[in-house]
């Protein structure tokens, strides 16, 4: 039986060097940077040694598809080969999780060594989990480990018959956030003056939109007074299949229309080099505002689109299933648990008590309207 053997393609997957295993392609790796060209002789070719190492590990990790039992660390590198040709930055992800807990130490042993039939529970996730101290962090980590397991319960080629950490208890998560006020965001603006960081967060502010989206946000995206990201590239994309549409109006639509013209290619919100806006650089900028007081230590870019969603509840403009499809939810639940924090406005609920018992329109002085009532004819 023929042997297989590494083989390049430059077309599949962007290139990159591939295997083909009991008739299932798996990728091994781009072409190393300073590697020989990519050659073909004698109906072989000639890959590099990390192609080389890779290679043999895949093999040596396919080897144990036989055996009544795998360690964690044989179930991960199975995962791992098959979701990083399909999408090689969440299996990035999934490496740096997985990789934490199964250096995991428990009574002395590697997590990574534990026989997932035999030895793994779900308390070794849970004591793992714990040394976080975010509930965020925790329940992220918990269900990344969980459905590694459950994708190998779900393989007929595995031989997992359970998963050993079903029963690992996922914390609830308690939002932290906080709405950024008005006089913050404009201390911010005024810190950051003819600063081109001040277009991005007026965007943030106008719009409550997600921060990674406007980092994407071009011009080819503007149409008819909104913004329109394709499935493809904002967050719920993958599940929802919609279109991400995001409204510009105000003193934004002016912003638009100069960085629109300024760069018609690539991201319009860019940073003082020209590159797009990134999660970390938006909190290198925050941290530096909380170092020199202007903003609270618990506001951070996401504190904009909470702010949207509970000034435009409290100011009753939007209702609570408008203000859900303007943040691009599908169903109110995110916004009434996460996103408004009207419920802390002492001034809005009392608001809410007098207008629950009042029968009649009110004028500002809090006197009741006169209605005209209109004569019989």
Known sequence: MRQPHPWYSETRSGGGWFVKLSG???????????????????????????ILF???????????????????DNICALYLAELEP?????????????????????????????LVNAELEAVHLESWAKQYP????????????????????????INVHQNPLAEAKVPKVTSRAVVISEDEHK???????????????????????????????????????LWRLDPTEHKTGRVTGKDRLIGVADELYKIVKRLSKLYPEGPIFRNTFGGPWTISAMHVRFEAAREKKIIRVEVVPYSYRHAWATHALENNRLDV???????????IQMVTLHYDHSRKNAAHLKDIFQRARRSEPVNQDGNAKTRKRSRPS
Request: some cysteine; charged content about 30%.
């Open 54 to 72: 890779e290679y043999h590990k895949l093999m040596a990790v396919r080897d144990t598809a036989s055996k009544a039992d795998y360690t964690f």
């Open 86 to 114: 399909e999408n090689p930055a969440l299996a990035k992800r999934y490496k740096q999780i997985l990789d934490k807990f199964s250096l995991h130490v428990y009574k002395g042993r590697r997590i990574g060594k534990f």
């Open 321 to 331: 299933y408008e203000v859900a499809k303007a943040l691009g939810h599908q169903t």
């Open 187 to 225: 201390a911010l603006l005024k810190h950051w003056n003819n600063d081109c960081f001040c277009d991005f967060l007026q965007a943030l502010w106008f719009t409550g939109a997600r921060p990674g989206e406007l980092a994407k946000v071009e011009a080819r995206h503007f149409e008819e007074g």
């Open 134 to 157: 975010s509930d965020q962090t925790q329940r992220t980590y918990i269900t990344f480990c969980k459905a590694v397991m459950e994708w190998a319960v779900k393989k007929k080629n």
């Open 24 to 50: 299932e392609q798996h990728f091994l790796g781009k072409q190393p940077v300073g590697a020989a060209k990519p050659v073909k002789r004698g109906g072989r070719w000639n890959p590099s040694s990390e």
